[in-house]
């Protein structure tokens, strides 16, 4: 029987479109390898958001080359957003792949296997414009048994001007809403507890559909019996309705955690980067969310050395990450992405100086972090035990109502029930609980 081996790189739309690449292997007949060198089909599924996510899919290739070599009949192949930005250009350099597909060709699997089975020749199909396209949820294999990634909506319209994913993942399009509450409700009789909305904006959610939007369709997940938790993410700032955070404070199976990207607090940077909000504007978001559900985490990403970002600018996200006192900062370092607004721009500051600033808002966040993590200690949370602590088979691993690990005793029966624990003990990147009971 043949097994192939799948490679995730990006984010977490890259997560649940290679359980959709896995589901469609199964559904040819394939089985899952263990072991990347037991496979006869690798595929890398893979990321363009920035320089880095692409050259670690650069290096894997250049490892895979000894596999090939050793088994010259295993297939190599590359979806995803990088090789819809290379496509046929990958060849050059690595000859040995066998197959191309980009942003949503899942459905094509089958066919470039089906090809290559009779010729070996490179199978290459990309859409110049990519079409957000589903494939039937239930083709999907999920990884875990009672988590679920569910997209709500594919592409992006918003051309932030150093962002490459608007090109490679095409125009924003949601899915019907009839379709999503259909798929809650049978992985919900499958015994998923929790589920996470995904899109690259989900508050534009139902826009395109017209007469629905992201608050309506928790409203019915809401509903299902089951659906214990329900997660979303990510929100654009801009986008973010009074009715939206009113029915998360309304529904409590909703965790109020919010991932509201800021990229900078500088509003001259802001506007460069086309956003649509100032700093100010931002803030009082927040305020807002936190006045309607105090008890609100948020996570946010930011850009670090944007072009044309001076000192000034730059105190100002510190400033904001002082201010706000996120739960989870995703700090980067700019990169140029082809064929972007800001590739054009003028990028006069040295690396070693975004290398600086980066480091300084990194020691920062820990010290806010690890402040927020004490204050946690002696109180109860409610946390799904998600896993065993690889390091320790006696202890789980969950998270909390805002994406906190907590680790506390227990065994692998545990996994998938929800327990209130009580916080013990705070480290910088977890913290350590003890069960006060399970919850039904
Ligand atoms: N749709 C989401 C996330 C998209 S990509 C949003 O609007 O925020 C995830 C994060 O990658 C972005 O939030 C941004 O902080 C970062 N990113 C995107 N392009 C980048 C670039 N060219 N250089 C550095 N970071 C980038
Ligand atoms: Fe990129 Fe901006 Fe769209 Fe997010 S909202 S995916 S950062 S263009
Ligand atoms: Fe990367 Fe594509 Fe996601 S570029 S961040 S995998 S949408």
Redesign the pocket.
Known sequence: MSKYYILTYG?QMNKSDSEKYAGIFESLGYKSAEFIEDADVILLNTCS???KAEEKVIGKLGELKKIKVKKPNILIGIAGCMAQRVGEEFLNKFPYIDFILGSYSFSKLPLVLRNLSLERKPQIIIEKDPIPEDIPWYLSKRESSFQAWIPIIYG?N?F?T????PYLRGREKSRPKEDIIEEAKNLAQRGVVEITLL???VDSYGKDLGNTDLADLLEELHKIDGIKRIRFL?S?PRDVSLKLINTVAKLEKVCPHW?L?L?AGSNRILQKMRRGYTYEEYYELINLIRKIIPYSSFS?????G?PGEEEEDFEKTRKALEEIKFDTV?L??????PG?V?EKFDDPIPYEKKKEWFNELENLQRRIILEKNENLVGKEEIILAEDVNPKNPEEILGRTQNYRIVFFKGERKNLGKFFLVKIIKAGLWSLKGEIVKELK
Do not use: L, M, W
């Not at 150093?162 to 994913?165: A, D, L, P």
């Not at 946010?300 to 670090?304: A, K, P, Q, R």
């Not at 980067?332 to 992405?337: E, G, L, Q, V």
């Open positions: 984010c958001v920035r320089e992006c918003n932030c150093y962002c490459i994913v899109g690259q904006n990510t654009h991932h990207p990229q946010t990403d930011i850009i670090v944007f995703n980067a370092i700019y990169s140029k992405r972007t800001a």
